[in-house]
């Protein structure tokens, strides 16, 4: 018999994409039917698309349903009514963005009221100013494929669909992986999640089998069936996942290779072929055309359509492009190669600036240089206190990709790479080879930098879908990181074989997450030399001296310091989850949230409890988490005595 769980929809800013996703991504652990049924609008969305579900025109206070049948059914509603309750309220963030100034509140610099020159005024979407020359660019306009009247064959058209898909997903992914930039990192992956979405997978399938037409065509008339849902939403944000839609249709229409007029990463890169500083002008931009442009040429970019949490201008503010929006037809009202300035602190555009204006922004640019080089020394400077206090200060990272950006901007070493983002975006396992290359190629870049590889670390808000982990009512108090490499060995033994093998390639680390308990101390230390055991046998290289280390995140390994300093070499506090654990308060509910402060004494004496004993013990130990980073708090680090931060 159906189960059903009845609420009052309790977000502000409605069904939203971080919701829904975090929603489809529960419901898809059951075979269960899961649907979410709206009683004021009517709206039934299949609770295991995210697309559906942002489609279903929920907002706050709406009555809702979420219906569950199938064999498992009670497991699942267990499940969903857990996430409905407590960490559904909590994830009414506002959207990704910066609050501006709208057109009607800029306040216009004195020397342009003097001189009056001509001037279009907007919303500033990303700060900075920016002047070079215009470049116009005709915007992307989804167009249906051209008809071939061939007569269709159902079922070679929806494999034609299922490699387009196969094919971008690939893309996608390695794009991903590539990136430097955790904004771009986001988008990606929301793209990824719309070309896997089973709503729009199965639209595509329903058009080709219903109307018997090209595989092109259906994907056309599915981006056009949701482009019409969301832009009758009246969430600007919702709306705004329009051009998302349309990128990823015309996608993987062009990788059916039908001809069609559609825009896709190939036809971006070939139209948009910026070889000199520019400021680019146009309607509206793709996210995947933004990807793609040469950044060191984009000086600024003016959008007459885009609004402020575009995806495209999120970019932008990740790459720190000053970005001017909302001015109509500004791509007819500016001239190919005359200057311009961009003000992103105002929304200001001006072209063709006269003296006076050219000399004012240039102060103003030259203010912003100097404050940029006054900060450039203290890059490659050390990290130590003014009375000559050493504290290292190093990143953490997910990907190969973000090392770069971490060493130019200072980084002394990589003080976490979280290897659970090997494993994840991918329907199996990296092998060891797949994950010798990662780390490896990760060691070779820091050189004699430390570079410390945590083991896997899953579970909890971090699950893999292809480990098949068991439902949990409190996952983060379960089964998660080492707790569950008894049942994974081999899974394990491929990791620490490939980080072994990896040590001999540069100051390479291995971190074990979540340990509790001497005898997991004990435990892991023996994992580690069988793996080492076996490696010598194969005759296979890596540094047998390689030092270990834990992360401190269980308040019960505090009382234990003294034991395990023989053990390991170095420790690292996990703040985020150490701070959640102390308080026994979920750092992802908002009720609770106030219970997050690292200011309380008590969690202060308990990181002086741990920076002291690791010290007593001849070990040093850093800090590692959200507090971390607090420029506020960073008197308290170094009066406790962090060594790396």
Not at 178 to 195: G, R
Not at 218 to 233: D, G
């Amino acid at each position: 018999m159906a189960r059903q769980i009845a609420f009052k929809f309790p977000l502000v800013h409605g069904l939203h994409a971080r919701p829904a996703s975090l929603f489809q991504e529960i419901a898809r652990r059951f075979s269960a039917s899961v649907s979410w049924e709206n009683d004021r609008s009517n709206n039934r969305a299949d609770g295991k698309s995210a697309l559906s579900l942002i489609a279903s025109d929920t907002w706050k206070d709406d009555p809702c349903r979420v219906v569950i049948d199938g064999v498992d059914e009670l497991e699942a509603e267990e499940a969903l009514k857990q996430f409905l309750e407590n960490e559904f309220p909590g994830l009414d963030e506002t959207p990704p963005g910066i609050t501006f100034p709208d057109a009607q509140e800029i306040k216009i610099p004195r020397v342009i009221k003097k001189e009056k020159p001509l001037h279009f005024a907007g919303a500033g979407a990303s700060r900075g100013i920016a002047r070079a020359p215009v470049f116009v660019f005709d915007s992307f306009h989804l167009e249906p494929p051209v008809e071939t009247f061939e007569t269709v064959i159902v079922e070679k058209e929806i494999r034609a669909v299922q490699e387009a898909v196969n094919n971008l997903v690939r893309e996608l992914s390695e794009t991903m992986a590539l990136s430097q930039n955790s904004i771009e990192k986001d988008i990606l992956n929301a793209h990824l999640a719309i070309v896997q979405d089973k709503a729009y997978l199965e639209k595509i399938h329903e058009y080709i089998v219903s109307w018997e037409c090209s595989a092109a065509k259906a994907v056309f008339e599915t981006a056009q069936y949701f482009a019409a849902i969301l832009q009758s939403r009246k969430s600007l944000y919702i709306r705004q996942r329009l051009a998302d839609i349309k990128d990823i249709s015309a996608r993987v229409i062009v990788s059916l290779n039908c001809g069609c007029k559609a825009s896709s990463t190939a036809a971006a890169a070939s139209a948009i072929p910026l070889t000199e500083p520019v400021i680019l002008i146009t309607e509206n931009l793709l996210p995947s055309q933004f990807i793609l442009l040469d950044k060191t040429h984009l000086r600024g970019l003016v959008l007459s359509e885009a609004g402020t949490i575009s995806h495209s201008v999120i970019l932008a503010r990740a790459f720190n492009i000053p970005t001017v929006t909302g001015i109509e037809n500004i791509h007819k009202k500016v001239h190919p190669g005359e200057e311009l300035i961009v003000d992103g602190d105002r929304g200001l555009v001006i072209p063709a600036p006269n003296k006076t204006l050219s000399r004012f922004y240039d102060l103003e640019m030259a203010k912003q240089r100097r404050i940029s080089e006054k900060n450039a020394p203290f890059i490659s400077a050390p990290g130590a206190t003014a009375d000559g206090k050493k504290i290292e200060v190093a990143a953490n990272i997910g990907s190969v990709a973000e090392m770069e950006s971490a060493f130019l901007n200072g980084a002394e070493g990589i003080g976490l790479f979280r290897s659970e983002w090997v494993f994840m975006n991918r329907s199996t396992a990296p092998t060891e080879e797949e994950q010798f290359d990662i780390y490896s190629m990760a060691a070779l870049i820091a050189g004699k930098e430390p570079l410390i590889i945590r083991t896997l670390d899953i579970g909890g808000d971090k699950p893999i879908p292809y480990l098949d982990l068991p439902n949990e009512d409190n996952p983060f108090l379960g089964y998660r990181a080492i707790r569950l490499y008894d049942d994974f060995n081999d899974l394990i033994t491929a990791q620490l074989r490939a980080i072994l093998r990896a040590s001999a390639w540069g100051n390479l680390k291995i971190m074990f997450p979540m340990v509790s308990c001497m005898e997991e101390v004990l435990a892991l230390k023996k994992r580690l030399k069988n793996a080492m055991l076996d490696l010598e046998k194969e005759g296979v290289p890596f540094n047998p001296g390689v030092e270990t280390g834990i992360m401190v995140e269980i308040p019960s390994i505090v009382f234990a310091l003294e034991k395990i300093c023989r053990e390991v070499d170095f420790f690292s506090v996990g703040s985020n989850d150490l701070a959640q654990y102390f308080f026994a308060a979920d750092r992802a509910n908002p009720v609770v949230s106030y219970l997050h402060n690292p200011f309380y004494p008590s969690f202060l004496r308990l990181l002086k409890k741990i920076v002291s004993g690791v010290h007593a013990g001849g070990k040093w130990v850093g800090l590692c988490g959200e507090i971390a980073g607090n420029i506020d708090c960073l008197p308290l680090w170094v009066g406790l005595g962090f060594d790396v931060i």
